[in-house]
Nanobody
Framework: QVQLVESGGGLVQPGGSLRLSCAAS????????IGWFRQAPGKLRDGVSY????????RYTDSVKGRFTISRDNAKNTVYLQMSGLKPEDTAVYYC??????????????????WGQGTQVTVSS
């Protein structure tokens, strides 16, 4: 069974940085497409970033381009989301998700099959 565990969330001041981790057990992450999503209170869950399983191609939603970086460490079976220049509007629960590569839209939560439990990121002074 695919299990994903996120970590690294917390409280940070505006302009600060956090690194989220998405670790997998019972399967090898590097084969899968991995997406990072976030959900703020009262809002829908949206795609933040993505790294493909086939060729490590990456995608970012416009609001985080230049501030967030997704990466994969195959030796540690972990995908990271490095977040810098954090803003209050980045406050949300962040989830990682996995799917078998299929070339479909990356930013849609319903295109992913396996989910972690989420980690809270709060950006506030």
């Amino acid at each position: 069974q695919v299990q994903l565990v996120e970590s690294g969330g917390g409280l940070v001041q505006p302009g600060g940085s956090l690194r989220l981790s998405c670790a997998a057990s019972e399967f090898t992450l590097d084969y899968y497409d991995i997406g990072w999503f976030r959900q703020a209170p009262g809002k829908l869950r949206d795609g933040v970033s993505y790294i493909s399983g086939n060729d490590a191609n990456t995608r970012y939603t416009d609001s985080v381009k230049g501030r967030f970086t997704i990466s994969r460490d195959n030796a540690k079976n972990t995908v990271y989301l490095q977040m810098s220049g954090l803003k209050p509007e980045d406050t949300a629960v962040y989830y990682c998700a996995a799917r078998v590569p299929n070339g479909r839209l990356w930013h849609r939560p319903d295109e992913f099959d396996y989910w972690g439990q989420g980690t809270q990121v709060t950006v506030s002074s």
